[in-house]
């Protein structure tokens, strides 16, 4: 292997029971800016001041670092290759691919590329659609 696989933590996904309570503690009392919201998916992304890392609350997902490849698939393949487990293989999302592999002691990892680009959102953070990756 040439370079890590694992480029950075994207971010990280904290399970809520729906959006708006979920922003009512981390955006409200916690103070972290609303970068965007799909109601769609149930998933909201809160900046983090120092990093450009997210908090992306989900109603659908279990708490776990997403880490940014700069393939789902070919890092899928890879770490399957190592010895990891597929949990689910690489799918389509609106800014790219995501996989959930395991590695061989159990932890659970998000692969997430961001191949089609990044959301795009209106000046109440609802996502609008997608920019394109900048190549």
């Known amino acids: 292997m040439t370079e890590p696989l694992l480029r950075a933590v994207d971010a990280v996904s904290v399970a809520v029971p729906d959006l708006d309570a979920g922003l009512a503690f981390y955006r409200d009392r916690l103070g972290h800016e609303l970068i965007w919201r799909n109601d769609e998916l149930g ?13 992306v609350l989900a109603t659908g997902l279990s708490y776990a ?7 789902a698939d070919r890092a899928a393949a890879e770490l399957v290759g190592a010895g990891g487990r597929m949990i ?3 799918a389509d999302i609106p800014v790219g691919r995501v996989a959930v592999v395991e590695d061989p002691f159990g932890n659970p990892l998000i692969l997430v590329d961001l191949s089609r680009g990044r959301y795009r959102t209106d000046d109440v953070g609802a ?9």
């Open 43 to 55: 998933l909201a992304g809160l900046r983090c001041p120092e990093a450009e890392t997210e908090i």
């Open 127 to 135: 996502v609008t659609g997608v920019d394109p990756a900048q190549v």
């Open 88 to 90: 689910s293989p690489p």
């Open 65 to 71: 670092p997403n880490w940014l490849v700069r393939s």
